[in-house]
């Protein structure tokens, strides 16, 4: 019954469409309790529900989307940001395919970038050796006088002393994260080109 009477309106609107301009609109919505409405404009209430508009051959002829729910922004934004990063991978696998030949061209420029974190590290290391040297002496220097000298008499320790002792404990330890940088960016490196190797593997069906 309910379907008939929805038709019947339709009838009605369509067989009434000459009494209207060419450019009338008739709008078509269907509200929170599935009660379809028609209309030449919609009210407030109703404007954030999805809207067909109807010509005047009952033909639905653009559709006015609704005000989407978080779910659906939700969704939109995974479906996004799963797009991006597919076209990211379709670009990394083009600079993969362009700038390299073979395996062994990969595996080159791997070892190439090892030596130098290894070179850097060597430096880092001998500098290290060095700069300990020099903190023992400053502390061999510094137990003749408080607070490294517990006895009473001990004199006070010298202001440049003291600054020469803090500086050189503060470059060993710059010097010491950046060794254990060295390393880390040595075992991501390897990491990167490895997983190089085995995308380029893929695309050459070389697997």
Same mark, same amino acid.
């Not at 090892?114 to 040297?133: G, H, I, M, P, S």
């Not at 010097?175 to 390897?190: P, W």
């Given at each position: ?35 379809? %409405? ?28 609704? /005000? ?9 934004? !995974?479906? !996004? ?23 062994? &061209?990969?595996?080159? %420029? ?9 070179? !850097? ?18 502390? /061999?220097?510094?137990? &003749? ?20 002792? /803090? ?7 710059? %010097? ?10 040595? !075992? ?20």
């Amino acid at each position: 019954m309910k379907l008939f009477r929805i038709t019947l309106i339709l009838v009605i609107c369509i067989l009434a469409g000459p009494a209207f301009p060419q450019s009338s609109k008739l709008y078509r919505w269907v509200d929170e309790d599935g009660i379809v %409405h028609f209309g030449d404009s919609v009210p407030p209430e109703y404007s954030k529900l999805e809207q067909q508009v109807i010509n005047e051959h009952g033909i639905t002829v653009d559709v006015i989307r609704g /005000k989407k729910t978080a779910e659906e922004l939700a969704d939109e934004a !995974q479906v !996004q940001q799963l797009r991006k990063k597919r076209e990211l991978d379709r670009r990394r696998d083009q600079a993969l395919l362009a700038t390299y030949l073979t395996i062994e &061209e990969i595996q080159m %420029h791997r070892d190439r970038r090892v030596e130098l974190f290894q070179a !850097q590290a060597r430096v880092t290391e001998l500098y290290l050796t060095n700069l300990r040297r020099r903190m023992e002496m400053l502390l /061999k220097e510094a137990n &003749e006088f408080k607070p490294y000298n517990t006895e009473q008499n001990a004199p006070i320790i010298g202001t440049e002393l003291a600054q020469d002792i /803090k500086t050189t404990e503060a470059t060993i330890a710059r %010097h010491e994260e950046n060794l254990d940088k060295f390393a880390s960016d040595e !075992q991501a490196i390897v990491a990167r080109f490895d997983g190089n190797i085995y995308r380029f593997r893929q695309l050459k069906g070389l697997d």
